[in-house]
């Protein structure tokens, strides 16, 4: 079932505040293969939004009861303001900037909006995703 286009310019509610730590900084670098040990990591790696961008992308696909396991994803960008630092909490804003259908799949713009305590803009993520649509006469 395609995804329904009313959702272009829709906002999805802020994610919880997440608290970035050195803990959690180094474990994404020991995961991404970036020098840094867990516990010790002070620079942030610039890809290091898209934990909390994933979680915002996570709630919009189930808010709109999309399924995971049909999510390509095309490409993803990053635009800052600032660099994140360790201690920051941060929380991200999903927004549906794009939808269009192509061959019976949705391809969807999303931009991610991540935010410090007091509001300010740290970084824009903005993402592409390629929803498959359901092959006729298969069983989902």
Known sequence: MPVDSTLVGRVFPPTRPYTVTREKVGEFATATGAAGAPGTA?????????????????????????D???????????????????GDELAVTLTVASLRQIG???????SSEIRDASGDLVCTATATLLHRGEAEGANA
Not at 47 to 55: E, Q, R, S
Not at 72 to 85: D, N
Request: glycine share 6%.
């Open 104 to 110: 019976g799949n949705d391809i969807i713009g999303t």
């Open 68 to 86: 995971l396991f049909r999510i390509v994803h095309g490409e993803q960008k990053f635009h800052y303001e600032r660099p994140v630092r360790v």
């Open 42 to 66: 002070e620079k942030v790696p610039a890809t290091f939004p898209i934990v909390l961008a994933f979680d915002a992308m996570n709630a919009f696909l189930a808010a709109e009861r999309i």
